[in-house]
């Protein structure tokens, strides 16, 4: 199985066309996304991409790991993030989002995986992707993991 990160941030003039806008920057607009939580399968492969760039038709359905923040708090600095890790066992991921700074929202996913792979009894490199905006007006940033069955 092959799971797509990607991205997007945005402005807009309300929070949801923010997010719509934030995900077709990332090419995972015209999809109903189905969450999942945190479990990447064993042998999978993650890749970095940004932007999804697979044909599906308008509306089919895509499972993702998504972690989205919108605000309208002008110069208000959020981020978004997801971290990940992969062990011969399987692997994780653990999204965090917020009124925060890039720092801080990589610190939390560095201590989220730890304390998660420590539970499991497992060890790896942890990666992440991180996207952060200060808001002008209304604005989202969106990473997410898209599954590839």
């Given at each position: 199985m092959?799971?797509?990160?990607v991205?997007?941030?945005?402005?807009?003039?309300t929070l949801?066309?923010?997010f719509d806008?934030?995900?077709?920057e990332?090419?995972i607009?015209n999809?109903?996304?189905?969450?999942?939580s945190?479990?990447?399968?064993?042998?999978?492969?993650?890749?970095?991409?940004?932007t999804?760039?697979?044909?599906?038709?308008?509306?089919?359905?895509?499972?993702?790991?998504?972690?989205?923040f919108?605000?309208?708090?002008?110069?208000?600095?959020?981020s978004a993030?997801?971290g990940w890790?992969?062990?011969?066992?399987g692997?994780?991921?653990?999204e965090s989002?917020?009124?925060?700074?890039r720092?801080?929202c990589?610190?939390?996913?560095s201590?989220g995986?730890k304390?998660?792979?420590?539970a499991r009894?497992w060890?790896?490199?942890?990666?992440?992707?991180?996207?952060?905006?200060?808001?002008?007006?209304?604005?989202?940033?969106?990473v997410?993991?898209a599954?590839?069955?």
């Amino acid at each position: 199985m092959e799971i797509n990160i990607v991205w997007g941030k945005s402005e807009g003039k309300t929070l949801i066309s923010s997010f719509d806008k934030a995900l077709i920057e990332a090419g995972i607009h015209n999809f109903n996304l189905i969450p999942l939580s945190s479990v990447i399968p064993q042998g999978s492969t993650v890749r970095d991409v940004g932007t999804y760039k697979f044909f599906h038709n308008i509306g089919d359905i895509l499972y993702v790991v998504i972690s989205s923040f919108s605000s309208d708090k002008s110069n208000t600095q959020i981020s978004a993030g997801l971290g990940w890790v992969q062990t011969k066992e399987g692997g994780l991921f653990i999204e965090s989002k917020g009124e925060y700074s890039r720092k801080e929202c990589e610190e939390e996913i560095s201590r989220g995986l730890k304390e998660m792979m420590s539970a499991r009894g497992w060890k790896g490199e942890i990666k992440m992707r991180v996207v952060s905006h200060k808001v002008r007006e209304i604005a989202n940033v969106t990473v997410a993991a898209a599954y590839d069955f």
